[in-house]
């Protein structure tokens, strides 16, 4: 003869099956908002891409120790030669399209800490590195009054003075068709050569839309990927550096530095990659 059940272990089996189908409820709601945000974002980053309106870019400028207000005010005056520079590029490419972006350039933030760099290439390092990220322009944003929505893109200048010859050097890294892009310059005082930041700068926006490097492992300009005009006779020399090189090829051996916004320009292959051809 078996023996009774304990009525409050009966009682306790129903609350218990409660409680596990609204804890996968709330699961499953917490992941449908988490794909329909996901699915949002992909949806407005690819319509950037369709070139029917003017892409907004903020590009705020961190400085990470005292630089000459003559550096900083001349990557300000700088920003609207490169927007009508793209713009031509865009319409050359592109006829009848609007303007492909517009720049707001945002005063120094002081006293930051330098951006994250990644540690490795390793899920784990890239994943840390994205956290690190996230939070470290979060922070720029809040003390610089930067709303992110307001932005289809963001370029962080990250400034510094030169640290050994007086010169101008500018690296960056941005998310592959993303939306944050980072630069670090180390400008000189006279400001000489504040070009080549902003340069950088339209490289790594190429980046957040699409665009891949177009030059190999030494640097050196990919042929014809990295050629701004590949259909040029004779190739050699370029006119111009395409954007996601590095410099203008002037022969088969022999690159430069791009001297200014007219030497540089955005060649078909990045063309096709941001959808400025089809």
């Known amino acids: 003869m078996s023996a009774p059940d304990d009525p409050k272990a009966t009682a306790a089996k129903p609350a218990s099956r409660r409680f596990f189908h609204i804890r996968v409820a709330v699961l ?18 690819n319509a950037r891409n369709a070139w029917d309106h003017t892409l907004d870019v903020a590009v705020v400028l961190v400085r990470l120790e005292r630089v000459d207000d003559a550096a900083v005010a001349a990557l300000q005056t700088g920003v609207p030669a490169l927007e009508d520079r793209l713009t031509a590029e865009m319409s050359r490419h592109h006829p009848g399209a609007p303007h492909p972006f517009r720049f707001r350039i945002v005063p ?13 290439d390793g899920p784990v390092d890239l994943a840390k590195y994205s956290f690190a990220q996230s939070a470290y ?5 809040a003390r610089a009054g930067v709303d992110a929505d307001l932005y289809d893109v963001r370029i962080y200048v ?6 050994r010859a007086e010169r101008t050097i500018a690296e960056g890294r941005s998310e592959q068709g993303g939306r944050i892009g980072i630069v670090e310059v180390e400008i000189d005082s006279d400001a000489e050569g504040a070009h080549l930041p902003l340069v950088v700068v339209a490289h790594e926006l190429m980046h957040t839309l699409g665009a891949t490097d177009k030059y190999d ?7 014809p990927l990295g050629l701004a005009e590949p259909d040029r006779m004779p190739v050699y020399p370029q006119r111009y550096a395409e ?9 088969a051996t022999e690159e430069k530095v791009p001297e200014g916004f007219d030497q540089i320009a955005v060649g078909p292959a990045t063309a096709r990659e941001i959808g400025w051809l089809r």
Do not use: F, H, Q, Y
């Open 243 to 251: 954007i996601m090189s590095r410099n203008r090829p002037v022969s």
């Open 217 to 223: 492992a030494s640097g050196r300009s990919l042929v």
């Open 108 to 120: 120094p933030v002081d006293g930051a800490a330098p951006p994250p760099a990644p540690e490795g």
């Open 158 to 163: 990250a400034l510094r003075r030169p640290r």
């Open 28 to 45: 499953l709601t917490i992941l449908a908002c988490v794909l329909l945000w996901a699915w949002r974002d992909v949806r407005r980053r």
């Open 137 to 141: 322009v979060k922070d720029i944003d």
